[in-house]
């Protein structure tokens, strides 16, 4: 995971203090006295910066998100080319449930709640969703006719990995799998069904 910067260090200290406080103690605990905290500022700094915790969460999202957001899409675009896709799509989640992306995925879960309450933050996530996807459906055309992963399948695989994050938090050993021994591909799925 690498945590992108916005070249001004009080501002990345908050949005990567408000990563860490949000991951760990969710969305709704995450206060902005915890955040300052964490960040080594004042609450002045946060408010000199921010009017509430609402547009810090939002900043957050701004400069988190979207490479984030850009990585995913070019990772899940490369399979529907790759003439493995298999060992592509075992990188891809291998990678991504990787212990340095634990931070990030909880992250995104809590922004995904936070976005039930907040229909700029909502805003926010479904721009950056309808960007992966034209960047995905995009790749998908590129596909080979043979290939068995379709522009489908392609979508609902980019959904897998939020599915995994909720998983984690339910039974943390699913770090651990081995996903090179996990069915992926023709023999086992046809246009998301399992044979």
């Not at 908050?14 to 709704?28: C, K, N, T, W």
């Not at 300052?36 to 998100?65: M, P, Q, T």
């Not at 984030?68 to 449930?97: C, E, G, H």
Request: some cysteine; hydrophobic content about 40%.
């Amino acid at each position: 995971y690498k945590f992108p910067t916005t070249h001004d260090d009080v501002r990345d200290a908050l949005i990567a203090a408000s990563e860490y406080v949000i991951a760990r103690s969710g969305i709704h605990r995450a206060t902005v006295s915890r955040i300052a905290r964490r960040a080594g500022v004042s609450v002045g700094a946060i408010y000199g910066l921010y009017e509430n915790k609402d547009s810090l969460v939002s900043d957050c999202l701004e400069v988190l998100f979207p490479p984030q957001s850009k990585r995913d899409a070019d990772d899940w675009s490369r399979v529907f080319t790759s003439p493995d896709q298999r060992a592509v799509v075992t990188d891809i989640l291998a990678n991504y449930m990787s212990p340095s992306y634990q931070q990030w995925r909880r992250f995104r879960l809590e922004s995904i709640i936070a976005a039930r309450h907040s229909p700029a933050i909502a805003s926010q996530l479904s721009a950056y969703a309808a960007q992966s996807r034209e960047t995905i459906l995009r790749a998908s055309t590129k596909a080979p006719r043979s290939a068995p992963v379709s522009e489908t399948t392609g979508l609902s695989a980019r959904a897998s990995v939020l599915g995994l994050s909720i998983l984690e938090i339910v039974d943390p050993t699913i770090c651990t799998l081995d996903w090179r021994w996990v069915p992926i591909g023709r023999d086992y799925v046809v246009s998301g069904h399992a044979q």
